[in-house]
């Protein structure tokens, strides 16, 4: 390698520190705009609106990252909440109600990796399948009703603070953010992962069990839909097939604003961290300005399109 | 029409050509799976086998087969399009006020075309000279879409005059319109594949993007085209949509492009490129079709819809899998 190429791989900004700046330069425009919204209380309240979709995107990077995909969790989450509200009504305590939505959202994602691995079918067939089946068991389940009778104490999950200004969920996607971070990038499994969305056969042919490392990805994926699912009803106090209606395709653009590869291979959890902040915050911004929140889509979008270009425009710069 | 040249391998048994093509056809599965379904709920399902309720099933997944049979070929390619919905969106945005300007129904279709085709152009430049995955580029494409026309359109509900309905409405030769262009469509697409060299090369390009570089063939271009076939079937779509239900909302076709996709993987087209018919999309919508509707006759709770459908489409991604690991094609 050149003292050039060495120097400009040095000098050049990382992808994580380009999406960290957009980020605080995003929150400072929308905070000169729009008077009274840097308040600690208010960035900090936001985090009620994308500790969940915030917590699903951190699953979705591990999936990508091994070349995969996951339409189904925008389902899963309503069968995840309906299964909480559903099995509450009819007499389980509630404690057990929720391990029941975590077991059905763990249920959900390894049955997803099972019928991606075992019947090597594409991960984008089989997850629009379970796309409609999920939601499908969810109506089933639920005829259309909902349930919105809880305890008092369900709230904890997505509806309190600690201090009066600290989201619980929030401390919750700090936690899981920072678990996943590491595992994705010091430990064995995430190199795994990262060699199976580089080259599936030959990370195979060096001894990879790639069915297994890509099950434990689709499995744990589920478990932070069920986790995501037992805050999004906490928050709402309320139990419906309809929840998470077309989550799936935010989440994959959170994803892949915060630089994860779509094709496999190269991405981080600190990225992904910054692509939720980055979208959620505008929307955020945008509703608290008063803006109508149909160009909050627009501008996802844009920033989508815009920021993939621009990656491979980085990546063509660096060769 | 069978679409990938098999080498012919010398068999214990003599199998007819015939046979031998017909076992290689992509569709063959999914068609005898309609074929069986068909049957069974003529002798079952009382009021199934009436011309008036076939008509009605084909009539109303007239839309999705329309915008399917032309995504068909983008997956050919070995690319995929979400954008869809929000396509069908603004394009019947674009062609209900053209209508309520200017009246009429060929003016508007036009309008819905160019602006369905130059949308899908800049999917297809942006997913090929741009080298965005067009998994990301059309979700992009999708999202800003529909956010332009909820923003334009908001909550206004515009109904349409009759001669402007003419796509969807009525049945000027006996067949309702929107049959009569499903199967022009249909028409065009198998023209396309087997007598135009583009059609050719599109299964050239994905089954082996790598060879068919090799080769000289245009990929980007050729790519590129499959996204303005697609973004011009949803200008003819939402033509067809409008004429239907007689009113342009910004909500309109929400959802469509999964339903889309749905329809061309349960016909059997592959969904990294290279394999598949134009009976695919059209035997995936209809099947969809049928069995939403035998859940209709048989007075099933709308509750369960969702869930026969999305077991029915694992059943059937399941079925194509086993099949392939045990015939070998893959393993």
Known sequence: MSVTTSLRRLTWPSRDAVLAVLFIAEVAMIGILVPGYLSPYGLLDASRQFAEVGLIALGMTLIIVAGGIDLSVGSLLALVSVTIGFSFQAGLPLGAALFAGLAVGAAGGFFNGVMVTSLRLHPLVVTLATFALYRGIAFAVSKGAAVSSFPEWFGIFGQTSIGGLVPVQLICFALLALVLALLLARTPFGRRLYAIGNNELAARFSGVNTALTRIIAYTLTGCLVGLAGIIYTSRISSARGNAGYGLELTVIAMVVLGGTRITGGSGTVLGTVLGVLILSYLQDGLTYGGVRSDWALIVTGAFLIVAVLLNEIFRRVRR | ?331
């Not at chain 2, 997956?75 to 069908?88: M, Q, R, Y």
């Not at chain 2, 899908?120 to 979700?139: C, D, E, K, Q």
């Open chain 2, 1 to 331: 029409m069978a679409v990938e040249t098999q080498v012919e391998m010398p068999m214990a048994r003599a199998m007819t050509s015939r046979e031998r093509r017909w076992r290689s056809w992509p569709q063959t599965p999914s068609l005898v799976f309609l074929v069986v379904l068909i049957v069974v709920l003529c002798v079952t399902t009382p009021g199934f086998a009436t011309a008036a309720n076939l008509r009605g099933v084909i009539e109303q997944v007239a839309v999705v087969a329309i915008v399917a049979l032309a995504v068909n070929q983008v997956v050919l390619a070995g690319e995929i399009d979400v954008s869809t919905g929000s396509l069908v969106a603004i394009c019947s945005f674009v062609y209900g006020n053209v209508a309520l300007s200017q009246g009429g129904a060929w003016l508007p279709l036009c309008a819905a075309l160019i602006a369905g085709g130059a949308i899908g152009a800049v999917n297809g430049v942006l997913s090929t000279y741009g080298r965005v995955p067009s998994i990301v580029a059309t979700v992009g494409t999708q999202f800003i879409l529909r956010g332009i026309v909820l923003l334009a359109g908001g909550a206004q509900v515009l109904n349409l005059a009759v001669d402007s309905r003419s796509f969807g409405a009525g049945a000027p030769l006996g067949i309702p319109t929107s049959i009569v262009v499903l199967a022009a469509i249909f028409l065009a697409m198998q023209w396309l594949s087997s007598h135009t060299t583009f059609g050719r090369d599109i299964y050239a390009v994905g089954g082996n993007s790598r060879a068919a570089l090799a080769t000289g063939l245009p990929i980007h271009r050729i790519r590129l085209l499959t996204f303005v076939l697609s973004g011009v079937s949803c200008g003819l779509a939402a033509a067809v949509l409008l004429g239907q239900i007689g009113q342009l909302q910004a909500t309109a076709a929400t959802g469509l492009e999964l339903k889309v996709i749905a329809a061309i993987v349960l016909g059997g087209t592959r969904i990294t490129g290279g394999r598949g018919s134009n009976v695919s999309p059209v035997i995936g919508a209809v099947l969809v079709g049928v069995i939403l509707n035998a859940l209709t006759l048989n007075r099933v709770s709308g509750a369960y819809e969702l869930l026969v459908l999305g077991a029915l489409i694992l059943a059937a991604v399941s079925f194509e899998g086993v099949r392939q690991r045990l015939s070998g094609e893959r393993n």
